[in-house]
């Protein structure tokens, strides 16, 4: 296992390109035109700016959005003092994680000086070059001194995130878990082991949100710190040193309601455990091995509560949950300094959003209800998109309310907004549909399983444990693929097949499928000769008979062919007149989705809102709380055509089959989409903010403009997904890249699991029946 992760490890940094990082512009540079703004000679008038007032910097540069993550090695994770240059991994690994989480551009700076006043120096140097600093894996006590000092002569955040990232996360998880276990902060004992960056500042933390220092009892290599002792103290440790007789850490555990380990590997033993007070909660942060291994703890203390760094257990405590997101903040608003009002308001921040109530979006998001307030969630998931928005927030509006910020923002509302903007790319967007897909696996049938694009996406699929996929095609084809692709796929093992040369079924198929279609022309000869050639109607039938849960179809040959074969088999969801397509475009800003991409020509008022209603239903299960806008050439009644009457309509019928529903109409695609543009034509409009969900009047404007936005912008085009069918059935285009099946098929699964579980959306029938309860 060790070996497995230690080979996949050195892989993911060695292939394709060594490294986590490189460095991408962001302007044009492909003509001489390019080349006179951005170098000699133009480049001398924002250089000769900047010179005259040096705030123009945080416009004209990179420099507003550039962190230097900065270290010298010596104490680089629960590794040691590995060095400069073998630190670099983890330090590329920030910068990754800086940008994957929240924006934030990084240069890691690795420097061989272990001298701290140097260091000071070097850092301090660099305050041109970046917005703000965040030191890294420096030893303890030197790293009181850089941050001091550095701190001192810099006018940009300086942050050790050693100290400081791992005391906000502990102190939001150590408020947390007292109250799982119902315990005041006031009155608990707690063992520190580790007196260096993290433990130190984890304590001074808790001390200023109400732990009595008396309570403390920290440990080192040497053991307990105790006032007069004199081996390798310094006067960081000395202000946590007390007066007792306790000597070693099993005698300052015992009794202890909270340990708290920022050390080394297994400096905690299952005895000392043993000895801890009621329901005891256990931090056991060192990284990569923590102090003491969960299981280890629950042999012998099945009452206590568990926290560690790692990502292989529940409730990570690790600083990733807080330095993207509170130096987004700070940078956002030009934050001279991270005070103490931010890192408060950092904390509240992360425990809230653990505590927070769920709404049903928010669960969706989190694929199911798995994730409640409890001693296996005490602290958000490192992947959890609210704490971009939350954390970033709270420090913003701190530094302001504080007065450090140097840029505030005009409007923190606004400002929130751009945040949630943010995070609706794909990897957020399709992350809660995957986390759901996997808690409980569908059966997806592939129609084209002989296709190249679905085997890659199929190999995929297993490897992200994501669905149980059933390809339709031929056994030789599809080995003879597998094997010259170099996949790993394994029949039976990892995949399902349904020969139609060659396959069992084929009578209880064509029988069944001459059933539901005598009365449409199809006689059992016509039904044979479908089931041996037509792979959509065999993958349909298999959905029909509760074969597979799913199917998946289209990646040749017209959508409305492939629709025609399905729709004959598997019906409407009750209530619903005709099925629609939804496609979501994510791009850097926003995740937009657009409707009737696909299905059907045109529609009438009637038709335009049910489709409305399902495919804002459907934007729900991305954990996105739609914004829906009817589209027109009209602007709110400023032209009398046939397009805006319809919206105009559908409008009326929308509010009344779903008044909880955000949606204004008819407008213009820019009123929809700049809000500052429709505020000045119609100030009233119930839908506030940017709309999220595009519906368009006919076929023919919903694809032309989904097709121009994908084709203009860098976005990531998500589905058709078809929508308003009682199975899950998913009709993809031939254009479709392998991501996109591998989208496309979370999205079958969890439309399967829905439908199973009868979960789907409030719908369109019981909506229906309502208003006509309501008379
Ligand atoms: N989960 C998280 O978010 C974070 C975890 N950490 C982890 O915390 C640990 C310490 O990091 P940091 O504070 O930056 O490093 P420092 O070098 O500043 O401090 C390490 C401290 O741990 C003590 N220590 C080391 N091994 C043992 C042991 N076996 N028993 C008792 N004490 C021990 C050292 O004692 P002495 O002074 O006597 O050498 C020193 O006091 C690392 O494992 C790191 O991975 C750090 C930051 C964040
Ligand atoms: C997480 C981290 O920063 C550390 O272990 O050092
Ligand atoms: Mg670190």
New binding site residues.
């Given amino acids: 296992m060790a070996s497995d992760l230690q080979q996949k490890a050195l892989d993911y940094h060695r292939f394709p390109k060594a490294g986590k990082l490189t460095i991408s512009p962001t302007k044009p540079m492909e003509t001489q035109s390019d080349l006179a703004l951005a170098y000699s000679p133009g480049v001398a008038h924002p250089c000769l700016a900047i010179a005259e007032d040096e705030n123009q910097a945080a416009s004209l540069t990179a420099r507003g959005n550039l962190v230097g993550v900065v270290t010298n090695g010596?104490?680089v994770?629960?590794l040691?003092a590995i060095g400069p240059l073998a630190s670099k991994p983890v330090m590329e690994g920030k910068a990754v994680l800086f940008k994957k989480f929240a924006g934030v551009d990084v240069f890691d700076i690795e420097l061989n000086e272990r001298d701290p006043e140097k260091l000071v120096d070097i850092i301090a140097a660099m305050e041109p070059t970046f917005g703000g600093i965040n030191l890294e894996?420096i030893?303890?006590p030197e790293?009181f001194i850089v941050e001091k000092l550095c701190r001192e002569r810099m006018n940009i955040p300086v942050f050790h995130?050693?100290q400081h990232?791992?005391a906000i996360?502990v102190a939001a998880a150590v408020y947390n878990a007292l109250r799982v276990v119902g315990k005041d902060i006031g009155k608990v004992k707690l063992a520190a082991?580790?007196?260096?960056?993290?433990?130190l500042a984890c304590l001074k933390l808790l001390v200023s949100l109400g732990l009595p220092k008396e309570n403390i009892v920290v440990?080192?290599?040497?053991g307990v710190v105790y006032e007069g002792r004199e081996v390798?103290m310094d006067p960081y440790k000395s202000e946590f040193a007390v007066d007792t007789n306790m000597r070693t850490?099993s005698e300052a555990v015992k009794d202890a309601d909270i340990f708290l380990?920022?050390?080394?590997?297994?400096?905690l033993t299952k005895d000392m455990v043993a000895t801890m007070g009621e329901r005891p909660i256990i931090l056991a942060?060192?990284?990569?091995t923590p102090e003491i291994l969960p299981e280890e703890v629950r042999e012998v203390r099945p009452d206590a509560i568990i926290a560690?760094?790692r990502s292989d257990y529940p409730n990570q405590?690790?600083?990733?949950l807080c330095f993207p997101y509170l130096f987004r903040g700070a940078l956002d608003v030009g934050a001279t300094e991270i005070n103490e009002d931010m890192k408060i308001a950092a904390v509240k921040a992360i425990a809230d959003l653990a505590q927070a109530e769920q709404s049903d979006i928010v669960t969706k998001a989190y694929g199911g209800a798995a994730l409640s307030f409890g001693p296996e969630y005490l602290i958000p998931t490192p992947f959890d998109p609210r704490l971009y928005v939350e954390v970033a927030y709270a420090v913003a509006k701190a530094a302001m309310d504080s007065g450090v910020a140097a840029r505030p923002v005009d409007s923190l509302e606004l400002y929130r907004e751009k945040l949630r903007n943010f995070i609706y790319r794909t990897r957020f967007v399709m992350k809660p549909v995957f986390d759901k897909a996997r808690k409980q696996l569908m059966r997806v049938a592939y129609a084209e399983g002989e296709d190249e694009r679905v085997l890659s996406a199929v190999q995929t699929v297993v490897d992200e444990g994501l669905a149980l996929p059933i390809l339709v095609g031929r056994r030789k084809v599809i080995e003879f693929r597998i094997e010259k692709m170099k996949l790993r796929l394994k029949l039976d093992r990892d995949f399902q097949l349904v020969d139609p040369e060659d396959d069992p079924r084929y009578r209880e198929y064509w029988q069944a499928y001459h059933a539901i279609r005598e009365r449409e022309g199809v006689d059992p000869d016509t039904a044979r000769a479908h089931i041996r050639t037509n792979t959509t109607i065999i993958g349909a039938m298999m959905v029909h008979l509760g074969h597979a849960d799913a199917l998946v179809c289209g990646t040749y040959g017209k959508y409305s062919k492939h629709f025609n074969r399905v729709s004959g088999i598997i019906p409407l969801r009750d209530g619903v007149r005709h099925a629609s397509a939804l496609h979501l475009l994510v791009s850097n800003d926003r995740a937009l989705f657009f409707s009737d991409t696909q299905v059907r020509e045109q529609h009438t008022a009637e038709e335009l809102a049910e489709l409305t209603i399902l495919a804002a239903d459907e934007v729900k299960r991305f954990g996105i709380e739609p914004k829906v806008a009817l589209i027109s050439y009209s602007n709110f009644g400023s032209a009398d055509v046939p397009s805006a009457r319809k919206a105009q309509a559908a409008l009326k019928i929308i509010n009344r089959l779903a008044p909880e529903l955000s949606v204004e109409g008819e407008m213009k695609a820019d009123s929809a989409l700049v809000p500052e543009i429709r505020n000045t034509i119609f100030p009233n409009s119930r839908m506030e903010g940017a709309a999220n969900l595009l519906i368009m009047p006919d076929l023919d404007s919903a694809n032309i403009s989904y097709n121009i936005a994908k084709s203009l912008g860098n976005g990531i085009a998500v589905g058709p997904i078809l929508i308003g069918m009682s199975k899950s059935v998913h009709i993809t285009v031939p254009s479709v890249t392998v991501r996109g099946l591998v989208n496309i098929t979370a999205i079958a699964a969890v439309d399967a699991q829905d439908h199973q579980a009868g979960t789907m959306m409030h719908g369109l029938a019981s909506r229906k029946k309502r208003i006509k309860g309501d008379g």
Avoid: Q, R, W
Wanted: proline share 5%.
């Fill in positions: 010596t104490a994770l629960g040691g894996d030893k303890a790293c995130d050693d990232g791992t996360c082991c580790g007196a260096g960056a993290a433990a440990s080192d290599i040497h390798e850490l380990g920022c050390s080394g590997p297994g400096a942060l060192a990284n990569p560690t760094g405590v690790n600083n990733v």
